[in-house]
């Protein structure tokens, strides 16, 4: 640093004294020759400018899919390790699932039952049944008979005194039953002879409809016992083991596709009216050197930080040899839209001069440090939104930090300057 601050010191004169510098007299030094300046002329042109961030990259949610278990279980085997490819539908987890193939075998017990019995009452009665059903009201029928002509006899013994009212009752009774048993075993017959009844038939298919449901639910209790991967992908944040106990929101692991990455970047306040979605990017990642991979500004947030103002952003890049992975950073050039008639001067012609832009203009072959205010900057150019007008001559090399008015001989001045 003593070097560098005494070099600056023995150089500053040299150049003062090369500008005109005075005598201690005060009389100008006519015989100093002119600082030697390149330059060249702002000029009006189109350019589209860039924004450059750093940012993550991170799977992209659509992407990524977690794995859990549907139901609780005791895990009976891990068929896959952590850094896996797998595809979809391929089984990562088993569960025990002998008490769910056991439900099942019930399950479909109790549907062949209640089928057979659907299948029963639909059919109907079968002819000998019906007979049978007849011949039992024919049967009924005599016995209350039987019962009539006993109680009309004990009647006119009642009347005259010659048996009990307690026999009598009895005998009033018996008549009752067997008339209200004639009167069930017709009613029987006939229920035989028209068939089974719509709402018998309602309910056994009610009945058969629950079977049907209880088997389909064992089913898929017996298929989620075997956790499959939803989608292609590489096994990622895998935590389950051989014989742990696992209930239905637990996360087994992660499986990613890693086809397509998002870089989730922050994009400065500034440059957030000029940020437009779908715009196309570039991605570079520090290991793989100056390998570029395309891409393009996917998704653009409608919150900026309360603090920054800045507005996170994802971009899209292509990764189908999965040569990135998510977690590492990556530089990320945003393409910016094309700006027409922009004044323009090389990138070199800007200076900083505490904290303000400034060019060194040459006016009749004098220089004049010039404020202006910058727009936007690529990689060759910085435009120019006020301060200098397009034509105007600036310094690219040797014209930084020279007092107004020092006097300047250009050496050389680019073709596309005009002049």
Not at 148 to 165: D, M, Q, Y
Not at 335 to 343: C, K, S
Request: net charge negative; charged share 20%.
């Amino acid at each position: 640093m003593k070097t560098l601050a005494l070099a600056t010191f023995l150089i500053l004169p040299a150049l003062l004294a090369g500008c005109g510098a005075t005598t201690p007299e005060g009389d100008p030094e006519e015989s100093q020759p002119a600082v030697v300046v390149h330059v060249i002329a702002a000029r009006t042109e189109s350019i589209r400018p860039t924004l450059n961030v750093v940012g993550t990259l991170v799977p992209v949610p659509e992407q990524t899919a977690v794995v859990s278990p549907a139901i609780a279980g005791v895990v009976q085997a891990v068929t896959v390790h952590e850094g896996d490819a797998v595809k979809a539908g391929e089984t990562l987890v088993a569960l025990d699932g002998r008490e769910h193939e056991a439900g099942l075998a019930k399950a479909r017990a109790a549907l062949n039952e209640t089928g057979a019995s659907l299948a029963m009452v639909e059919r109907g009665p079968l002819p000998q049944e019906i007979e049978a059903a007849r011949q039992e009201a024919r049967n009924a029928e005599a016995a209350a008979e039987s019962q009539r002509v006993k109680l009309k006899a004990l009647e006119s013994l009642f009347e005259k005194g010659e048996i009990s009212s307690v026999q009598f009752e009895q005998a009033k009774a018996a008549a009752a039953s067997s008339e209200a048993a004639a009167k069930a075993a017709q009613q029987r017959g006939k229920l035989a002879q028209n068939g089974s009844r719509q709402e018998m038939i309602d309910e056994a298919k009610a009945k058969l409809a629950g079977a049907q449901a209880e088997v389909a639910a064992q089913e898929l209790a017996v298929q989620q016992c075997s956790i499959q991967s939803p989608i292609d992908g590489v096994v990622t944040e895998l935590s389950v083991r051989q014989g742990m106990y696992v209930e239905q929101p637990t996360a087994l692991g992660k499986v990613i596709d890693l086809s397509s990455l998002f870089v989730q970047v922050r994009v400065p306040s500034k440059f957030r009216g000029q940020v437009q979605e779908r715009a196309k990017a570039t991605v570079k990642a520090n290991w793989l050197g100056e390998q570029a991979f395309e891409g393009r500004l996917e998704r653009l947030s409608k919150q900026a930080d309360a603090q920054s103002g800045d507005t996170d952003a994802f971009v899209l890049v292509d990764n189908q040899k999965e040569m990135l992975q998510p977690g590492l950073s990556a530089s990320v050039t945003i393409d910016l839209p094309e700006i027409a008639d922009a004044v323009v001067v090389p990138v070199a012609a800007v200076a900083d001069h505490n904290g303000t832009a400034v060019v060194t203009v040459i006016r009749d072959g004098k220089a004049y440090e010039t404020e202006v205010q910058t727009g936007v900057r690529t990689p060759e150019v910085v435009q120019i939104l006020s301060g200098l007008a397009a034509g105007e001559i600036v310094a690219t090399e040797g014209g930084y930090g020279l007092p107004d008015g020092c006097p300047v001989s250009i050496v050389s001045i680019k073709e596309d300057s005009g002049k």
